[in-house]
Protein backbone atom coordinates (compact mmCIF):
# COMPACT_ATOMS: atom_id res chain seq x y z
CA UNK A 1 0.00 0.00 0.00
CA UNK A 2 1.28 3.41 -0.88
CA UNK A 3 -0.17 6.80 0.61
CA UNK A 4 1.16 9.96 -0.39
CA UNK A 5 1.36 12.82 1.80
CA UNK A 6 2.51 16.52 2.09
CA UNK A 7 0.25 18.26 -0.74
CA UNK A 8 -0.99 21.97 -0.18
CA UNK A 9 -0.99 25.22 -1.97
CA UNK A 10 2.41 27.36 -2.45
CA UNK A 11 3.17 30.34 -3.66
CA UNK A 12 5.63 30.98 -6.68
CA UNK A 13 8.97 30.19 -5.57
CA UNK A 14 8.56 28.52 -2.86
CA UNK A 15 8.90 24.32 -1.42
CA UNK A 16 7.39 21.27 -0.69
CA UNK A 17 7.96 17.76 0.50
CA UNK A 18 5.62 15.15 -0.57
CA UNK A 19 6.10 11.49 1.29
CA UNK A 20 4.93 8.28 -0.13
CA UNK A 21 4.60 5.79 2.70
CA UNK A 22 5.39 2.42 1.65
CA UNK A 23 3.91 -0.54 3.37
CA UNK A 24 4.82 -4.40 2.71
CA UNK A 25 8.10 -5.95 2.07
CA UNK A 26 9.92 -5.08 -1.37
CA UNK A 27 12.66 -6.97 -3.19
CA UNK A 28 15.72 -5.36 -2.79
CA UNK A 29 15.89 -4.11 -6.83
CA UNK A 30 12.37 -2.60 -6.69
CA UNK A 31 11.77 1.49 -8.40
CA UNK A 32 9.60 3.23 -6.85
CA UNK A 33 8.25 6.71 -8.20
CA UNK A 34 6.91 10.24 -8.55
CA UNK A 35 4.05 10.81 -11.36
CA UNK A 36 2.00 14.08 -11.40
CA UNK A 37 -1.36 14.21 -13.34
CA UNK A 38 -2.84 17.51 -14.94
CA UNK A 39 -5.98 18.13 -15.42
CA UNK A 40 -7.31 16.19 -18.78
CA UNK A 41 -3.56 15.03 -19.47
CA UNK A 42 -1.61 11.48 -18.74
CA UNK A 43 0.29 11.27 -15.91
CA UNK A 44 3.86 11.85 -16.48
CA UNK A 45 7.13 10.58 -14.82
CA UNK A 46 8.54 13.33 -12.17
CA UNK A 47 11.61 11.10 -10.58
CA UNK A 48 12.10 7.24 -10.01
CA UNK A 49 14.68 5.85 -7.45
CA UNK A 50 16.17 2.01 -7.89
CA UNK A 51 16.29 1.10 -4.83
CA UNK A 52 19.30 -1.09 -5.33
CA UNK A 53 22.48 0.49 -6.44
CA UNK A 54 20.32 3.89 -5.74
CA UNK A 55 20.05 5.19 -9.14
CA UNK A 56 17.87 8.16 -9.32
CA UNK A 57 16.38 10.06 -12.69
CA UNK A 58 14.41 13.12 -12.81
CA UNK A 59 12.76 14.46 -15.47
CA UNK A 60 14.17 17.56 -17.26
CA UNK A 61 11.11 20.00 -16.40
CA UNK A 62 11.84 18.95 -12.48
CA UNK A 63 15.93 18.91 -12.87
CA UNK A 64 17.59 21.01 -10.90
CA UNK A 65 14.46 21.95 -8.66
CA UNK A 66 13.18 18.12 -7.45
CA UNK A 67 14.90 15.54 -5.29
CA UNK A 68 13.88 12.49 -5.26
CA UNK A 69 15.27 10.11 -1.90
CA UNK A 70 14.34 6.94 -0.33
CA UNK A 71 14.53 5.76 3.31
CA UNK A 72 15.09 3.04 3.84
CA UNK A 73 14.81 2.71 7.92
CA UNK A 74 10.74 3.66 7.18
CA UNK A 75 10.62 2.98 3.80
CA UNK A 76 9.02 6.48 3.02
CA UNK A 77 9.72 7.72 -0.73
CA UNK A 78 10.05 11.49 -0.50
CA UNK A 79 10.14 14.41 -3.13
CA UNK A 80 11.72 17.56 -2.29
CA UNK A 81 10.05 20.50 -4.75
CA UNK A 82 12.14 24.07 -4.76
CA UNK A 83 11.03 26.82 -6.69
CA UNK A 84 7.83 25.75 -7.50
CA UNK A 85 6.16 27.35 -10.48
CA UNK A 86 2.55 27.38 -11.50
CA UNK A 87 3.17 24.49 -14.14
CA UNK A 88 3.81 22.48 -11.33
CA UNK A 89 0.08 22.37 -10.48
CA UNK A 90 -0.74 18.68 -10.37
CA UNK A 91 -1.84 15.96 -8.67
CA UNK A 92 1.41 14.18 -7.93
CA UNK A 93 0.86 10.15 -7.43
CA UNK A 94 3.54 7.87 -5.75
CA UNK A 95 4.17 4.36 -7.57
CA UNK A 96 5.99 1.10 -7.08
CA UNK A 97 7.15 -1.75 -9.03
CA UNK A 98 9.00 -4.69 -7.94
CA UNK A 99 11.58 -6.37 -10.18
CA UNK A 100 11.80 -7.08 -13.21
CA UNK A 101 11.65 -3.15 -14.19
CA UNK A 102 11.82 -1.73 -17.84
CA UNK A 103 11.33 2.29 -18.41
CA UNK A 104 10.68 4.23 -15.09
CA UNK A 105 8.52 7.11 -16.99
CA UNK A 106 6.36 4.17 -19.17
CA UNK A 107 3.15 4.63 -16.72
CA UNK A 108 2.34 0.59 -17.68
CA UNK A 109 5.65 -0.91 -16.02
CA UNK A 110 4.45 0.30 -12.26
CA UNK A 111 2.00 -2.75 -10.11
CA UNK A 112 0.90 -0.26 -7.29
CA UNK A 113 -0.04 2.96 -6.87
CA UNK A 114 -0.80 5.54 -4.57
CA UNK A 115 -4.21 7.65 -4.62
CA UNK A 116 -2.64 10.72 -5.11
CA UNK A 117 -1.78 14.26 -3.37
CA UNK A 118 -2.50 17.54 -4.58
CA UNK A 119 -0.54 20.55 -5.43
CA UNK A 120 -1.06 24.03 -6.26
CA UNK A 121 1.27 26.72 -7.35
Known amino acids: QLVESGGGSVQAGGSLRLSCSVSGDWPRCSVMAWFRQFPGKQREGVAA????????YHADSVKGRFAISHNKSNNTLDLQMNSLQPEDTATYYC??????????????????WGRGTQVTV
Open 49 to 56: SYLCGGMT
Open 95 to 112: AADPPPHGSWRRLSEYTY
